[in-house]
């Protein structure tokens, strides 16, 4: 780990999450706490199918005082078209361009505002993650690189970041019903599973799996995991893996539901509530499959530590082993 990194959050508030289940115990001690909240669900609620970022977000306010801070050579180098090929590109490592923000290419305000901009595009939780992510991986923000395109204040533009494990954008909805303006990307180069930031995340959502009855653990079980960057958007035709969720009980969607909400915490309540909106216009919950994959099981312990939450116009593809690469894809059915 870099010298520089903080401490790790601990995971040990989840008490022992490898044990075997009852799978009625498991469901009344967990799945229950779920369904409390349904009621008031954002997944089932009468959520705005409108409900997204806007140019008067927060995050959207310091891209356009970016934007307003460049000189005519850094635009050359970092703003591009809204259409350019790039916007679309997606991997867990690499930059869309060439000047990394610790250069003296930027000028202390204007990394201020790149970190004011993250800041605003996650949680307080979430942003702290990053802190720590981005120090492990590339010896912080410091080490990615940001690109403009389009023209803020004045048409669609999206804001993005890149580098080593970590995609994040900013967009105020010029890209019509994608959330987050588009894919976007997370992990952690840590090896260890145990010391890994996103170590909790595979504990909920082997829950999920743990609470499954036989039949419905055997169909989400698959052997083999597809392409981690596979993440495009199959629409109501597409042909998922694993178990529909549309097929479980009231308890186990309960559940789900609660999980998605925990993968969703890192990021700001406007992105959160398009992918709700998004993910209700498309059918739901009940369009979502369920796939847990038994390659790259770390350490034997059938923790799945790669697996998928797909439907038709939603991927969350979490690849655990040997590190954390995650891609999201959320968007109107293609």
Known sequence: MSKHAAPLPS??????????????????????????????????GPLSATASPTNDSPAEKAVLRFYQTLTAPQKEAIVLPFEHELRKKIS?????????IGEDFYTDEQRKIIDEIVRNVTSPDGYERIKKQTEFDDGGLDGYSVAVFGTPGSGKFEWELTGRHLTLRADGNSVDKAAFGGPI????????PKQNLFLEQTHRVNQVFRALDPKQAERALVA???????????????????????DLSADQKGLVEKTLKHLLSPYRA?????VFAL???NGGLDKLHLAFYQEGDLMEDKEWDIWRVEGPGFVWHFRGAPHVHAYINIG???
């Open 11 to 44: 995971v040990t508030d989840h008490g022992d999450l490898h044990a075997p289940h009852d799978r009625r115990s498991f469901l009344r001690a967990v799945g229950g706490a779920a369904l409390a909240g349904v009621v008031a669900s954002p997944l089932l």
């Open 92 to 100: 867990a490592n690499w930059h869309v361009t060439k000047p990394r």
């Open 185 to 192: 990307i997370y992990g952690h180069g840590e090896e260890n």
């Open 224 to 246: 083999k995991a597809p392409p981690e960057a596979a993440v495009e958007l199959q629409g109501g035709a597409g042909k998922f893996p694993g178990v529909p969720v549309g």
């Open 270 to 274: 406007d992105d959160v509530d398009e």
């Open 279 to 281: 993910l209700k216009a």
């Open 332 to 334: 109107a059915m293609a």
